[in-house]
């Protein structure tokens, strides 16, 4: 199994672009979501979807636009790319929720 | 509303010395608790949880931590340090009652190995 994939790995965005952030698993687990990681604040959730067609917004939702048409993919939108979403962006599955796997991240810089 | 605490930001060991990660929560319900480690450059990794049961929960690579619900605590030890522990750790919760686990993350810890 590949696990979680993310792509790309990095990305150099400027302000106004968008652009979707690319999440796919191939253990067939129903609960998906992104966070992104900033330094000394940890890890945020941004959405999740707990199934195909079911997304719900995180504790910071705004800037990120998600959908959810198959188990296996879960990408993230970014519609005006902004400064303050510079960011590293972590996309995790799992099959009841808590033992979540992460996939290896993407490196976003909004200039 | 949930939320986690980790004492230090950066945090320096010897090798072959103690290891010790703090981590202090607030719920208004007993949580499950988790212990991930981020190498650089990669993506998160689960070291150890507690969800129920016995309270001194033992993880890979040697790491152990232990639940203390009067001091609301989930201390992360570690009898010996590596070369290899060099990472950020971080302690995160979830609410039992929610079915989907959603984790709320503490800041994290960097911690430094020197020979």
């Known amino acids: 199994n590949a696990g979680v994939t993310q792509t790309p790995k990095f990305q150099v965005l400027k302000t106004g672009q968008s652009m979707t952030l690319q999440c796919a698993q191939d253990m067939n687990h129903e609960y998906m979501s992104w966070y992104r990681q900033d330094p000394g604040m940890g890890l945020r959730l941004i959405h999740y979807s707990v199934g195909a067609g079911i997304t719900d917004q995180g504790e910071v939702p705004n800037g990120y636009n998600v959908s959810r048409s198959t188990t296996e993919d879960f990408p993230l939108r970014l519609l005006s790319a902004a400064p303050s979403q510079t960011s590293v962006y972590f996309c995790a599955s799992s099959y009841q929720g808590y033992e979540q796997y992460f996939g290896p991240g993407t490196r976003l810089t909004v200039t | ?115």
């Open chain 2, 1 to 115: 509303a949930q939320s986690v605490t980790q004492l230090g930001s950066h945090v320096s060991v010897s090798e072959g010395a103690l290891v010790l990660l703090r981590c202090n929560y607030s719920s208004s319900v007993p949580p499950y608790l988790f212990w991930y480690v981020q190498y650089p450059n990669q993506g998160l990794q689960l070291l150890l949880k507690y969800t129920t049961g016995a309270t001194l929960v033992k993880g890979i690579n040697g790491f152990e931590a232990e639940f203390k619900k009067s001091e609301t605590s989930f201390h992360l030890t570690k009898p010996s340090a590596h070369m290899s522990d060099a990472a950020e750790y971080f302690c995160a919760v979830t609410d039992p009652t929610d079915s989907w686990g959603k984790l709320q993350f503490g800041a994290g810890t960097q911690v430094v190995v020197t020979p």
